[in-house]
């Protein structure tokens, strides 16, 4: 196969297990190339993406506008904080503004679920999903899982804990797609308030046990508190929060294997994890970052693949 089976990228949960290995396959090849001293291919030469960043944003944000720069796309980049939304200028005008400059791919992060999916319906261009709210991530979930298949050789079989406010993430639903394609077995571990009820029908066991957890796992994908997104308190206190579900080297040290520890950013150090945590050799936070480069070059070309010129 050498064609996405989607014309866009709005959530994982549109793509196939074989579309998974199109982008893993042509990340691999970006990978090599970004490691090279001319780190810069000539491949999109032709083509203009637009970053359209209506939440905050360092990684995702920043991740993809090198993407594009090595693959030589033209780049316009737009944050919502300085723009006429301010003004009450509407999405659709926003957007249909900014592609009348001819556009050809829009990355787009916006606090509405389903704002991807939406632009996909309205405007005549590419549409990747940098974040839909509580909705998905798919970018963050194919780099995460690109990771894990680096790091321990496959997904397939893999035991992988989320762990954290699992109601608020769009990482987590994300993951868990992602992950259950790739033939992992997946548990969530948190707070039962941080826990949206659907969550078994996915295909995901709870586990409101931290211990338990992460003697089960090989991977533990830790997330951060979205206390911004909670219009009511859903545990007591942060002390309490992080004495029952912060990750720390004593807990790390009391298992009998060497799990990998996973975080997507910003992390709260001392809240969700420790600083000794984070920064350990079981922490591949920052290959995260660095395989996020290559999974957004490698589906950013494949969509531009389809671009009729
Ligand atoms: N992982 C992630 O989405 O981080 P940013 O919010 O900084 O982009």
């Given at each position: 196969?050498?064609?996405?089976?989607?014309?866009?990228?709005?959530?994982?949960?549109?793509l196939t297990?074989?579309?998974?290995?199109l982008?893993?396959n042509?990340?691999?090849?970006?990978k090599e190339?970004?490691?090279?001293p001319?780190k810069?291919?000539?491949?999109?030469?032709?083509?203009t993406?637009?970053?359209l960043?209506?939440e905050?944003?360092?990684?995702?944000?920043?991740s993809?506008?090198?993407?594009?720069k090595?693959?030589?796309?033209?780049?316009i980049?737009?944050?919502a904080?300085?723009?006429?939304?301010?003004?009450?200028?509407?999405l659709?005008?926003t957007?249909?503004?900014?592609?009348?400059?001819?556009?050809?791919?829009?990355?787009m992060?916006?606090?509405?679920?389903?704002a991807?999916?939406?632009?996909?319906?309205?405007v005549d261009?590419?549409?990747?999903n940098?974040?839909?709210g509580?909705?998905?991530?798919?970018t963050?979930?194919l780099?995460?899982t690109?990771?894990?298949?680096?790091?321990?050789?496959?997904v397939k079989?893999?035991?992988?804990?989320?762990?954290g406010?699992?109601?608020?993430?769009?990482?987590?639903?994300?993951?868990?797609f992602?992950l259950?394609?790739q033939g992992?077995?997946?548990?969530?571990?948190?707070?039962?308030?941080?826990i949206?009820?659907?969550?078994?029908s996915?295909?995901?066991?709870?586990?409101t046990?931290?211990?338990?957890?992460?003697?089960?796992?090989?991977?533990?994908?830790?997330?951060?508190?979205?206390h911004?997104?909670?219009?009511v308190?859903?545990?007591?206190?942060t002390?309490?929060?992080t004495?029952l579900?912060?990750i720390n080297?004593?807990i790390?040290?009391?298992?009998d294997?060497?799990?990998?520890i996973?975080?997507?950013?910003?992390i709260?150090?001392g809240?969700e994890?420790?600083?000794?945590?984070?920064?350990?050799d079981?922490?591949i936070i920052?290959?995260?970052v660095?395989?996020?480069?290559?999974?957004?070059m490698?589906?950013?070309?494949?969509l531009a693949?389809?671009?009729?010129?």
């Amino acid at each position: 196969m050498s064609q996405l089976s989607v014309e866009h990228l709005l959530g994982i949960k549109y793509l196939t297990q074989e579309d998974i290995t199109l982008i893993f396959n042509t990340a691999d090849h970006f990978k090599e190339v970004i490691n090279r001293p001319i780190k810069k291919v000539p491949s999109l030469r032709d083509i203009t993406i637009a970053n359209l960043f209506f939440e905050n944003s360092t990684r995702t944000k920043l991740s993809f506008e090198l993407a594009e720069k090595r693959l030589s796309a033209d780049i316009i980049n737009f944050s919502a904080g300085q723009s006429s939304v301010k003004k009450g200028e509407t999405l659709i005008d926003t957007v249909n503004n900014i592609l009348s400059m001819k556009v050809d791919i829009v990355v787009m992060r916006h606090p509405n679920v389903g704002a991807g999916v939406f632009l996909s319906q309205h405007v005549d261009a590419k549409i990747i999903n940098a974040g839909d709210g509580t909705h998905e991530h798919p970018t963050q979930a194919l780099l995460d899982t690109y990771s894990i298949r680096e790091e321990l050789g496959s997904v397939k079989g893999k035991k992988v804990v989320i762990v954290g406010d699992i109601l608020h993430s769009r990482v987590a639903l994300s993951n868990i797609f992602a992950l259950k394609l790739q033939g992992a077995e997946v548990k969530v571990c948190g707070p039962t308030t941080l826990i949206p009820k659907y969550i078994t029908s996915l295909g995901v066991e709870v586990e409101t046990n931290l211990q338990k957890a992460l003697n089960w796992c090989d991977v533990a994908n830790v997330l951060r508190v979205q206390h911004e997104r909670m219009d009511v308190k859903y545990f007591p206190s942060t002390r309490e929060y992080t004495q029952l579900f912060g990750i720390n080297k004593q807990i790390l040290d009391s298992l009998d294997k060497k799990i990998v520890i996973m975080h997507p950013g910003p992390i709260n150090r001392g809240v969700e994890m420790t600083s000794d945590v984070a920064d350990s050799d079981q922490s591949i936070i920052l290959n995260q970052v660095e395989n996020g480069v290559a999974i957004r070059m490698a589906i950013i070309y494949l969509l531009a693949q389809q671009i009729k010129r």
